[in-house]
């Protein structure tokens, strides 16, 4: 077995691999407390593993949330700053974030705001938060039904990637990351992007590789570009149109994972690709094939396409009244800040709708 992976930057340091989590016991030894913050599925199936594996560690308060993107609000936020209250939590004290993304975006907001700031370290346990969610600083919570609407870039000191956590992680969550790890592949790594081609989520046998491979992915981005200045803003390739769809689907009281409404954001995005850079029809169809082969398609209508319209306004991605999006010029080089005219984007979800071959 490998060593876990250490990268040492500022501000902050990472463990990736196998007995990551063992690998981690000195990053706690400043800290005067321990707080663990996770959701009541990850307390049953990863808190007794991550006790387990660092044993000598005093936990002095648990934090349970309740699961799921709708539970991403206000409400649980409160909810948080209470329980850190009633434990008298300080700044000497130190948060320990362990769940998937729904988990690291909230409490990361919460250990922020709370007191001006408590230090937090984050052990993602899903394979979206793995490659995705746990890294880079963005934190926060959906307000008035709208995705990410209130949070802040802060980074947590460390982040700890142990596969080890993903042994009880359901399916349709292994293929909401494979969405995220798809997508570093098609915008940046076309290394990557060929070691994917053409499999399905659940045939992937080397998953320890992929999840460093993309976890680094992604810290090389956010490494240059902390407050998506500028590349950044690559990684939003498929977001725009995805976060319009998540939204669509939470309001509408049926949540999908971000991972499905990020690979139909993908699927658009590309046609919008192929429209504005022109990028070649086989790259495209390959796009597509990979997507559909992966994830079931979403059975909105044309009818329902002014309200998803209406959501992506609403998106931080808009700039004087016009979408801004990241987009492909070919499979591994995106490009960003390309501004696109509504009666392209409605076309490209018109597109997903009929998914006629690329002409
Ligand atoms: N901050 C960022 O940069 C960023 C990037 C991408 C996505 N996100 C956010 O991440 C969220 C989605 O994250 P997610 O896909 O990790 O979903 P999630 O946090 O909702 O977790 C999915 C489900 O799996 C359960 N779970 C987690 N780990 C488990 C494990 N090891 N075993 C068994 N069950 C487990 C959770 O309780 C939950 O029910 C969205 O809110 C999205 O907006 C944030």
Redesign the pocket.
Known sequence: MNNPLLIETEPVSYIIGNDAIEKSATKFKEFNRIIVIT????EK??LPVFKQKLPSLIIDGVITII???EN?SIHQLIYIWNELTRLNVGRDDLIVNL???????IAGMAAATFKRGVQFINF???L??MV??A??G???I?FARF??QVGLFINPTCVIIDPI??????KL?WQ??FA?VIKYGLIMDRELWQKLEGKNYNDVDDWDTLIIKAAKDKIDIVRFDALEKGIRKNLNFGHTIGHAL?SYYLKSGHPV???MAIAAGMICESWLSSKIFGMECIHMDCIVKMIDSNFERFNFTKDEIPRIMQLMEQDKKVRNNKQNFSLLRKIGKAVHEVEVETDIIIKSLEFYIDRKKCD
Do not use: R, W
């Open positions: 959701d009541e599925n990850v199936h990863c699961s799921g993107e991403k769940g998937g993304g729904v988990v690291t975006d993602p346990t899903t979206l938060g995705d969610a890294i880079g963005k934190t926060g959906d995705k990410n956590f993903l042994k009880t992680l359901e969550h909401s990351g995220e998540e994972t971000h991972g």
